[in-house]
């Protein structure tokens, strides 16, 4: 079974400069979440979809940070505009469904964003 | 707001050795996760704990939940190499039914296995 996919896997960025992440999810998972890891410090949630609606999005800071899942499947994330502090991993997972489930989360890989 | 402890952050061991890493947490919640994550690498689900007492092992690697302390351990026996990793805690603060997997990660601790 494929993992979850992102992309691109590095991205340098001067600040106030736009940048977008892609995340494709586990096949038939309904559940997809985006973190963001700052060095040295564990993921922070960012925004949490089911199918193509949000969940939550309490943490995503709204002034610069986007997201949408419009198909349900693949989802992106926009940075517009960029601040130093933005530099980190972004993390996508996925999850089959919210319920009662024994059921975690699979990561993917992540992108590396070094705003400059 | 769910604030979550994990200590230590650092953790030097020798091989051979058994040690605890213990992840407090301030709210209600009977669900809990441990993740690996290697240099560089992402996530890597280890245990999920989804009841008081439960209890998991895997390997060298063992969880529990203590849900009315608000702490679970991950104990390591007889550390090797291959265990060197940062480890981290997540807790839903969900405290019955259906999870929200709305996940607050404790900041790691980074294990350092040495020969």
């Known amino acids: 079974e494929a993992g979850v996919a992102q992309s691109p896997r590095y991205k340098i960025i001067e600040k106030r400069q736009s940048v977008a992440f892609w995340c494709n999810p586990i096949?038939?998972?309904?559940?997809l979440y985006w973190y963001q890891q700052i060095l040295g410090q564990g993921p922070k949630l960012l925004i949490q979809f089911q199918n193509n609606g949000v969940v939550d999005d309490s943490q995503l800071p709204k002034d610069r940070f986007s997201a949408e899942r419009l198909k349900g499947v693949d989802s992106t994330l926009k940075i517009q505009p960029a601040k130093l502090e933005d530099s980190a991993v972004y993390l996508c997972a996925s999850s089959l469904d919210i319920g009662e489930y024994q059921e975690t989360q699979y990561f993917g890989p992540g992108t590396r964003l070094l705003v400059l | 707001e769910l604030k979550v402890e994990q200590n230590p952050l650092f953790l030097s061991m020798q091989e051979g050795k058994n040690y605890t890493i213990y992840c407090n947490y301030s709210?209600?919640?009977?669900?809990l996760y441990w993740y690996r994550q290697d240099p560089g690498k992402s996530l890597e689900s280890l245990f999920v704990?989804?009841?008081?007492?439960a209890v998991k092992q895997e390997g060298r690697l063992m969880a529990s939940l203590d849900t009315k302390a608000r702490l679970s351990t991950l104990h390591i026996t007889a550390a090797v190499h291959d265990l060197s990793a940062t480890y981290f805690c997540a807790v839903d603060p969900s405290s019955s039914g259906a999870g929200s997997y709305q996940l607050t990660f404790g900041k790691g601790t980074k294990l350092s296995v040495i020969p």
């Open positions: 704990l989804l009841s008081n007492g």
């Open positions: 709210t209600t919640s009977d669900r």
């Open positions: 096949s038939g998972h309904a559940t």
